[in-house]
């Protein structure tokens, strides 16, 4: 047996990524701009070392548990000293095979993806930084290190999605995560002050022992829980703050492969996993994490159904399926929610690789010009099978294992939510294949001269790869392996893989995610049933799901009515406009009509800021006496 | 009298009149700036040669030698310096005058120094006098009509202002029949009955003190000179008075209400402070969204950073102490927004004088144009906005955890909701940078003093960052060595 592995080892693994970094933007970029492939092969380099590492991690935490790595004193604050420190844990080794081992395949994906690029150079010193972010965000041990690496990866998903910032919709969309997901910092960065106010640490471990302790509890919990949980809520995109997710398919189709299954919206999910005793211990922000899972998962779902882009179906299943972990938190624990984590970001990947492969020929997104392209590109068309199979959770494919421990937990915690949860089933199944059908199957669409053809080698391979994991990544968990590993139940036997359909769940489960096929398979590929008359039928549905419910528009409102109270003159400004993104126009008007009202008082006269200092003086006895005669 | 204490300054006197003198001989102008940063450098080194006496004083006690007074002497060398480099390029629009402009540069900030060591109300007065008649002059030193309107208007608020201030240090003078810092405490300890409303004079004298000193460090309501004189003046000396100058006023903040009023009077001034701060950085911010001109802008972010650095002095207890990290908090922050703001202002410097303007529609395409001085901005707004992996963010946090310490919850929320507004208008100026059109394709060269001054800020950011120990444990020893 192998010593346990060396603690600079987990240091390497989230240093390597950002030192790559470093080489492409002070050396490759200013000095061999001639040679761009050299960037792209670093990052390979940098992100398979880490894969490897991470691989070496979680086995030593296999055999010999978590490991103890040294702590750095980074900086003290009164009596509170913060440390650098590593938490090498279950939780982060499986999280760290996950992140790496994704990004390295988008990575390969690339090279041949973002050819000809004239951000070649670029895109790869971010896709680095995004990916030792994140990493290093996992390996966090406290939770002022952890804000830091979260805030990174805030900023390298906005510098990601506007990668092509010439685009006006890539700029506004890169705008909107920003400012979107940052009001759950806000809520996340309250929550960590409080925390400390509480209890005067940011170590993690320290505060699972408190909470475990019940030192932490009661209302103060709870409160704290939840502004942690709005953190989440923003990077993981549920709702009400999932509108920025969408809007994110402007940056790479391999960003979005990358954003989507391991690296931004994960960390939410993560976070959640990562301070789990701190929400076991109150019941109330286990039902707030439960009820917005569920809730998420259906309105997600349904959004999910109209969509013509590729990418935002996609995108909409993504949040839909973050709803489920969310859910799979709330209502039992940490090992299913991880556990769909895990195998959610092999299918995830590869169904965007597969749509990115898919434009890469067609050059669109739009279902509408698509079709027929089963048998131009066979690799990708059953590596999509594969993945959609899987999200829609058919037995024995990873999805139907992962989705399958949710619905059991919620059927005995939650039950509304399990019914939710079963209609999301039905959905899900349907737009997959909806996706499927529209763009495989049937005739080409898209104009007579299109030279349909396979993407190169490089793309094929890492989508193959991650069909295999989409096949496999779920029996990690038939005899309970995984979870036990994550600390929850108990291990059994194999013969589970057959046994589960001893009880009724999972049958119905399976009938319903058929069902939705089938329904797919009827209105888009044999077309017995049109698809128009359903959509006429239903038309008040369909437009609240095509027009998402209108949260765009809501989000305007909202802060129009703030404008109304801060300056009214600008409302007639804004209905004219008409900003898309209302809920950052709106708010940025909003606050610039108050700053205009303040700026007119600034009028350069200086009589009146001489008055201003003696103004001053005068409210500020006046308040004293003030206090002195009614307060004090 | 041992007068090698006063060797720092002495040596940023006599450079002065070098400076000067020199101007009259030499052809070439450039060799001033380096004799200036040369007598900068030694004065520097005479501080350092001080550090760690324990604490000695000169002329009956007006002139403190003690950590606190060191570090500010070495603080506002290392900004001067960095004005010096700043100037370089920009001195010639006005080349016949350099030597003089150099000359007022030490000058003023010869009188920081001593307004940081004085330990006296009426030096105190006189030094921050000798700061200010230099920076009049050096804010209408471009004589166009913009900066002589500045110059003019901080010449008369600044007069209004020190009335102001001097005002309260009579009646402070007529509460305790004390001038020394540490006297005036005794004696108010003796004479103090009940809270301050019950003894209206001294009351009074406090707030007046707070609004003259409160001009000088642009707290709101005695801000309104700033935007426009920020606007107006030369821009290496817009740096060094959002800099050097707000430092200088804090430091006399410290100094006479740590030290005169930090008994039980501590309740009601750090309240006047809360508040203020509150209001400074609310203000500040939500003005800055709605600039279109830069250097505007941060007149308005220096105006809201005021009101950060005031949580500082709002998180106070009656016994100061180290453990009490209201001020160590203030000092670091201090250091920390001095890097950030001058790096700032040296690129802004670097860009607006090639562009010449100082629109931020102007800064439109730099990412391409100059990509490192638009990445050494950017990495200089995301410390303002106070984001890792920059020396703001660490700034922030100490700040917002001493208030939450204090029981100020409330501030801090007021000032975590700022932090989020002020992301607004910092990325704006780097999306336009990065991400929209360059107007032309022409290059942004920069000299190489520029260069070194905007390397060494940013150098200062990262590393107070990643080894902010040294730093810290400095500005524990300079609250320290407060009496």
Known sequence: ML??????????????????FV?????????????PKLSGQVTMAAIGLSFLLSVWVLWSVITQGALSIPEVTWVVIGDTTIKLGLMVDPLAAVMLIIVTLVSLMIQIYSQAYMDKDPGYCRYFAFMSLFTGSMLGLVLADNLV?????????GLCSYLLIG?????PAAAAAAKKAFIVTR???????VAILFLYSRTGTFDIATLHHLAVAGVLSGTALTWAAIGIFAGAVGKSA????????????EGPTPVSALIHAATMVAAGVFLVARLFPLFAHSPQAMTTVAIIGGFTAIFAASMGLVMNDVKRVLAYSTISQLGYMMLGLGAFGLAPA??????????KALLFLGAGSVSHTTGTFDMREMGGLGKAMPWTYATFLIASLSIAGIWPLSGFWSKDEILTSAWGEQRIMFYLAMITVFMTAFYMFRVLFLTFGGEYRGGQHAHLHESPKVMVVPMVVLSILAVGSGWLNITGRFGHFLGEGAIGGWEHIFTIFAHPLPWISLIVAILGILLAYMMYSTKRLSAQAIGQRFSPFYTLFSKKYWFDELYEQIFVVRILVDGLFRVLHLFDSRAVDGAVNGMAEGTIAAGSCIRKAQTGQLQLYGLAIIIGVIIITGSFLGIHFWGG | MNYYLLAPEICLLCTAFVVVLADLFLQQKRILAAVGIVGLVVSMGLSLSLWGNGGETLFDGMLAVDEFALFFKLFFSVAAILVILASTDYVLRFPRFQGEYYALVLLSTLGMMLMAATRELISIYIALELTSISLYVLVGFLKDPKSTEAGLKYLLLGAVASAVLLYGMALVFGFSGQTHLEAIATSIEAQLVGRAWDNPGLLLGLILLVAGLGFKIAAVPFQMWAPDVYEGAPTPITAYLSVASKAAGFAVILNVFLIAFGTD?????????????????????????????????????????????MIGLAAVTKATSVADFGPTGLIFFLLSYAVTNLGAFIAIIAISDKIDSDLIDDYSGMGRRAPLLALALTVCLVSLTGLPPTAGFLAKLYIFNAAVHHGLTWLMIVAVINTVISAYYYFRVAKTMWLGAPISEQGIPSSRPLRAGLSIACLGILVIFFMPGPFLNIAQTVVGALP
Not at chain 1, 14 to 19: D, K, N, S, T
Not at chain 1, 240 to 245: D, M, V
Not at chain 2, 283 to 296: D, E, M, P, Y
């Open chain 1, 238 to 249: 549920q709702f009400p703050l999932h509108t920025w997710l969408p809007d994110a398919m």
């Open chain 1, 163 to 167: 990668f092509w910032f010439y685009r």
């Open chain 1, 338 to 347: 991880i556990f769909h984590l895990f195998n959610h970001a092999f299918f």
């Open chain 1, 145 to 153: 290190q952890l804000y830091v690496f979260w805030e990174l990866v």
């Open chain 2, 265 to 309: 009077l501590c309740f009601d001034w750090a309240m006047i402070f809360a508040v203020l701060s509150a209001i400074s950085m609310t203000l500040g911010n939500v003005v800055a969204i709605s600039q279109t001109n830069i250097k505007r802008m941060l007149a308005y972010s220096s105006i809201a950073h005021a009101g950060y650095l």
């Open chain 1, 23 to 35: 080489i492409i933007s002070f050396l490759l970029r200013p000095f061999f701009n001639h040679q």
């Open chain 1, 3 to 20: 010593d346990q592995v060396p603690y600079q080892a987990a240091w390497a693994i989230f240093l390597l990524p950002l030192f790559s």
């Open chain 1, 183 to 189: 009001v759950g910092d806000f809520g996340f960065l």
